[in-house]
């Protein structure tokens, strides 16, 4: 176990990194502390979870909804939770999101912590204090950025995460290396999904690497100002796609990197595209989707990155190098 | 028009006092602002409302719902509402707390601003950055606390203001004096109501007052973590009474001020609790309730304010002198 602690815009954030679950009672009392998982790992990890107070959430972006909060606070308050509790979210980046919003506006902020369960969101979801929920179409419509007091690894979830979550996580740690680390970009197309897979040692060793790589983005840039946008590459176009197509999140940033890409070699001289679009595909992500262009420009509109006739769009100019650009809806609209 | 500029929690917050509505065009740009008001302010200042987007809510403390909350940001999505937006809430506490609240977590954070319509809202509700909604008989279950931008008084909006809305304002003045400022109690018993109606001059200077002592409070302790808890004076069985009664916020705290001042008498030795209970009748607030002691003791339960076994209650020492002390619930079902 390895710990890390860093101070986020006042807040403090501490990593343990290759911890264990049992740990966790040195960070919450149980009596002061409500779980809030999906019903996917309380299955899985059942024994677990006895001697904790409980909430378990159908699995699913489909219900990081504002009705899922409220059965939350219902259920906080059965539990008689106050401002003395802790809440930890223990699952992947819909219950984080989801348990960092609620713990951040039930009494005005409770404490919280996670245990992230998944690839995505051990790398990525879990990291930087951004929160909230999806209302209609619209992804992370409604929330707040606070960080989490703690994050504690238990790689063991990792043991009965499905196929398409590696997948998944792998979408995230794609865009790091793409936008910050060329490096990373060249050890991953020396590898596979296999490779680390199998090698516990040298997954640990790349989940460490993305989680340092966006903490230090984020932490230069709490609040989104500036660098931290650049994490939103993929993410534009992809958060248009991801709710109407039920594509997953890596499927869906998988083709919005795709297709930024794309973009940037005729907006930046970008020279890679191809490599990126071949380490999506090695690590058997989509990088190609039909979709209604009006439907999904109509949503591009209400994106949170944009301004009026604008939206802000990240482009590569080389490996390991991204640029946060303006473009012009129709601009956009022709070159998409 | 006076213009006072503070930071609290590192949020910047300007009063401008004595102005006038004419003034917001210089505040926020009609364009990119959204006016958040009820249907009462609305049918009596439609004119001011002009040129202006505008959503428009049903009045009263009953819609301080997330439904509530779920409709307003339906509205802005119509609206096209980006993070380049100001949100104005015009209107009471319910306005302002509704404004804040839905600020602060629509796309993550707009700017927001106040003109505060009511005695209630200039002098307490619109101060100090609390925000939220109410969860069934549980009074602000769910919020945050951030800091408004601007707060814009134009007193005009006390000629429309109903009787009951003067007297309600007067209660947290009353406790603005009993806790902190034993020169305005006395001030307050050589006066009246109407005389403060009839001399705006006076209320002017009144709400200024009452403005800067609670903001002064506030700065002092954005987080509620010491003296601004002495706010509460009368809050904590006022609060617990007035869902469930359907009494006024005003009505309800006067009740909770004459207990606490009465269980001051006998935990402190406060001597002037007579004093309080006639400067609340001289301001026509209820001074007595019938009610029922085990409902509003479940309530109590679940208050902010309390831990497990004991509930945090403010006192009075002497007038312009409160502290905050644990009560055993035991003792608190006794005293009652």
Redesign the interface.
Known sequence: MQKRSFTIN?ESVTYYFAGCFSMLRTLADPAKTVLITDENVFRHHEKRFKGWNCIVLKAGEAYKT?ETV?SI?EQL?EL?T???FTLVGIGGGVITDLTGYVA??????LRFGFIPTTLLALVDASIGG?N?ID??V?K??????RQPDFLLHDLIFLNTLPDAEWVNGFAEIIKHAAIKDAALFRELEANNLTYYRKKKKEACRLIERNVLLKTRVVLNDPTEKGDRKLLNFGHTLGHALENQYELSHGEAISIGMTYASRLSASLTGFRQADRVIALLDRYELPTYAEYDKERVFSVL??D?K???DQIYFVLLEKLGKAVYRPLSFDHLYETL
Do not use: A, F, T
């Open positions: 006042g504002q409220n606070i308050v008689e106050d401002r003395s951040s506006v039930y009494m005005r902020g951004k909230g209302v209609g619209y992370n419509l409604v929330g707040i950025i509109k209400m949170k944009k301004s009026r």
